[in-house]
């Protein structure tokens, strides 16, 4: 196996997206981001939050009605949207996994997906919830850009039918799904798996034909044509919860402003970790909390010299 490449702020530095001084919010790019229940909802306001805060110009939020107001006082700038409420109706039902879901709710959602320019599905979302098997299958066959987080990873690894549609995106045109599991997920979509079987883990992502984000210390970046990267990151800090949320948040917003899936993902492993480096010299490793990195894009930014891209 190969020897991986190192991310560095030199690699960042040079994947910069460009951000014309005339764009609009358009222009920018429309994220969507599925996630939240109730007991979860912060999974929904990490995500967002650290979607608007990488410069992404639209970022939707779907989640439960209930977490509507608490995630519109937290995160102004987000637009909610609340997951459309059961009807009783009679109308054309349809079986997805062992669960019997009405049709109206699928239309509703893929009347979603069609102007956003990536979606995350899977913060907050237990794996067991039928909305999540609806949406994953979805998005994989119409969101332009998807990544695939927490809830939906162990979705993932129960139901081989929903891992094959995400596995067809590239024969159907469409850009490879971004998976960020941490290596427990990850074992649980390939079990057996250990630090030492990495090689596992690109046969993986090649034959899924998907982008892994294998998360840990040193977190490997496996694309769909074999490459690999890799970014060491000692920081007991970042080993809390709805760290995983923040930077999946980061990646679809980078997604939604035109990158690559190779490059986001790149981009947004080499930022999160550099974030909390700074943020850990400020806070210290036990106080610093996720929802603190957000603040250090902005030097994150600076010192890799992308807002020297804003005129371009």
């Given at each position: ?10 690699l ?22 599925c996630?939240?229940t ?47 409420a ?10 997805t ?34 909305k ?13 850009h998807?990544?695939?987080?927490a ?19 590239i ?15 990850f ?32 977190t ?14 000692d ?78």
């Open positions: 196996m190969q020897t991986p490449i190192m991310i560095t702020p030199e960042i530095s040079a994947k910069c997206p460009v951000r014309p001084s005339f764009g609009h919010k358009g222009t920018f790019g429309r994220a969507l981001i996630a939240g109730p007991g979860m909802g912060g999974a929904a306001y990490m995500a967002a939050a650290s979607a608007l805060r990488s410069g992404a110009g639209l970022v939707y939020v779907l989640t439960e009605s209930d977490l509507l107001s608490p995630l519109m006082t937290l995160c102004p700038q987000a637009i909610g949207l609340a997951y459309m059961p009807t009783r109706a009679v109308v054309p039902m349809v079986k996994n062992s669960a019997v879901v009405n049709s109206s709710y699928i239309n509703w959602f893929s009347d979603q997906l069609p102007e956003k320019n990536s979606c995350l599905i899977g913060p907050g979302i237990p794996p067991s919830s039928e999540l098997g609806i949406m994953i299958r979805l998005a994989a066959k119409n969101s332009r998807l990544v695939l987080d809830g939906a990873l162990t979705y993932l690894a129960n139901d081989p039918d929903a891992m094959n549609e995400v596995s067809l995106r024969s159907r045109g469409l850009a490879p799904a971004v998976l960020t599991p941490h290596r427990g997920e074992a649980r979509l390939i079990p057996g798996f250990s630090e030492k079987k990495m090689h596992l883990a690109s046969a993986f992502a090649e034959e899924k034909g998907i982008t892994l984000v294998l998360k840990s210390n040193e490997n970046i496996f694309t769909s044509d074999g490459k690999w990267y890799s970014n060491r990151c920081n007991s800090g970042m080993a809390k919860g709805g760290s995983g949320d923040v930077l999946a948040g980061l990646l679809t917003g980078l997604l939604a402003q035109g990158m690559s899936e190779e490059d986001a993902s790149i981009c947004a492993v080499g930022i999160h970790s550099m974030a909390g480096e700074l943020c850990a010299a400020d806070h210290g490793r036990r106080a610093m909390l996720p929802t603190m990195l957000w603040d250090y894009y902005e030097t994150c930014f600076k010192e890799l010299k992308w807002e020297e891209g804003m005129q371009k």
